[in-house]
């Protein structure tokens, strides 16, 4: 499955939840398909993605937050699959999609391409709810039932390592910057609150 169509088919109802990603290909493939003042594109911080999004979760349990995650990512930082299932938000879907690859850095190969299996380390570490997609229709369900099951939730899904730049961005670039993304997705989580 390529990541981009993954994308596609929950881009639509990731409209009325908190979407936190990864830095690099998925972030530019999300911003692709349409920016939103509700998407979070942590840069640098590789492997954080699932923390920042466990403490948007705890801190606002009136919200759906969803952490789309990458492989490489998850494996740097495997700490943070066992304190998401330590502390189980109800209204955090985690989304990992493994490529087997470092992709955005010029593609390594990373350990679930000689076989660790991150939907057992998740698992393992006590995420209560786990599945293992490999084609767009599953995850498309996996991620409808993952967001209506009140209960944390890892999604692996096998995706292609695969990333054709969309036409919007200049490789993993595009013109939102950083400090902008900050600024605004911060406001919009204020002004949630303050509704
Ligand atoms: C601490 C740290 N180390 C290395 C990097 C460089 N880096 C940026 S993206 C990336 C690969 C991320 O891999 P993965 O999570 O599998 O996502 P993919 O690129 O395959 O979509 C790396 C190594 C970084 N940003 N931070």
């Known amino acids: 499955m390529r990541r981009l169509e993954a994308v596609k088919s929950i881009y639509a109802s990731l409209a009325d939840c908190i979407v936190v990603t990864i830095m690099g290909a998925v972030a530019a493939e999300l911003q692709s398909l349409g920016h939103r003042p509700n998407h979070f594109y942590l840069q640098h ?3 954080l993605a699932s923390s920042i999004g466990l403490g948007i979760a705890l801190c606002r349990p009136e919200l759906d937050v969803v952490v789309l995650d990458g492989d490489g990512s998850v494996l740097m930082n495997m700490g943070g699959l066992t304190t998401l299932a330590r ?3 109800q209204n955090l879907t985690h989304v990992i999609f493994d490529n087997e ?3 955005s850095v010029g593609g390594f190969p990373t350990a ?5 299996d991150l939907a057992g380390v998740a698992v393992a570490a006590g995420i209560p ?3 293992l997609v490999s084609d767009v229709d599953a995850f498309a369900s996996a991620f409808a039932e993952a967001r209506a099951a009140d209960e944390l939730t890892t999604i692996v899904a096998k995706v292609d390592a695969h990333y054709e730049p969309p036409a919007e961005t200049t490789g993993f670039v595009t013109d939102l910057g950083l400090l902008e993304n900050r600024f605004q997705f911060a406001r919009y989580l204020q002004d949630l609150a303050d509704d």
């Not at 679930?112 to 660790?116: F, I, K, P, Y």
């Open 45 to 47: 911080a590789m492997g």
């Open 101 to 103: 690859s470092l992709l």
């Open 87 to 89: 502390y189980r938000p």
């Open 129 to 131: 709810r786990t599945a």
């Open 112 to 116: 679930t391409s000689t076989g660790s």
